[in-house]
């Protein structure tokens, strides 16, 4: 039988960075606590793109970034196909900045990206870091958004995305314009790590909400307790920096 949920986790091996597979985890956690079948599959450089309800791209250096630019070139078409289908593509920091057109290095090598959200990254100095507090949008759903930002990329949406959240504490996507992260239909794309999901169940609950309506017809999900995680947010802001 097909599973409920299909998870596809692109580059498992190199785009890694702070742990983000906890976003992976947690999706997969929340899905099963409320009784649905999820797989997960892991796609590296070279493999097919398969059919998903979910795609997620983590973070990486500059030069990870750089080697995966053929191997994400030739992924594009069945990509954009996926996103057609209905398919949610979650971009993580070197992740988001892949979904845009391209990413310009410090020593201004343009990057290609996917070319699937109106948005371009350029390096910058010195590097944006700090723990964010946030408040987001996403297909109808309103929550406070917190996680940690590290990165030397100033992001600029174009006219086709819209931002993720409106920054209250820290910088977001370029340290100018109080936004972070960006939504363009399916495509969403933050700078937050944490992982970003296991503290925000909401912006968790609200990507597993599109991604199973495949099989729920769009009905609300059962709420799960998320005491612990609220504690751990509690916890964080208490935090300096």
């Known amino acids: 039988m097909s599973p409920d949920l299909r998870l596809v986790h692109l580059y498992p091996d190199l785009l890694r960075t702070y742990g983000d597979r906890g976003n992976l985890v947690a999706l997969v956690r929340r899905a099963e606590w409320r009784g649905f079948s999820v797989h997960v599959q892991g796609v590296g450089r070279g493999d097919e793109t398969p059919p998903a309800d979910l795609f997620l791209l983590g973070g990486g250096t500059d030069r990870v970034q750089s080697a995966l630019g053929d191997d994400l070139a030739a992924r594009r078409e069945a990509l954009v196909e996926r996103v057609r289908e209905g398919a949610i593509l979650v971009g993580i ?15 201004g090598v343009a990057v290609p990206g996917l070319g699937l959200l109106d948005a371009e990254t350029r390096a910058g100095s010195p590097r944006i870091i700090g723990r964010v507090r946030a408040t987001a949008a996403l297909w109808g759903s309103r929550f406070d958004l917190v996680g940690f930002e ?35 239909g399916t495509l969403v794309g933050t700078y937050l790590h944490g992982p970003v999901l296991p503290l925000n169940p909401e912006l968790a609950d609200a990507l597993l909400a599109r991604a199973l309506s495949r099989v729920t017809a769009g009905a609300s999900l059962e709420p799960l307790d998320d005491r612990l995680e609220h504690w751990a947010r509690r916890l964080r802001r208490r935090l300096r920096r």
């Open 150 to 184: 590290n990165h030397g990329g100033r992001t600029l949406l174009g006219p086709a995305a819209a931002p993720l959240a409106s920054v209250r504490k820290r910088r977001g996507n370029n340290g100018r314009d109080r936004t972070e992260g960006a939504v363009q």
């Open 93 to 107: 920091c070197g992740g988001y900045q892949l979904l845009g057109h391209r990413y310009v290095t410090t020593g």
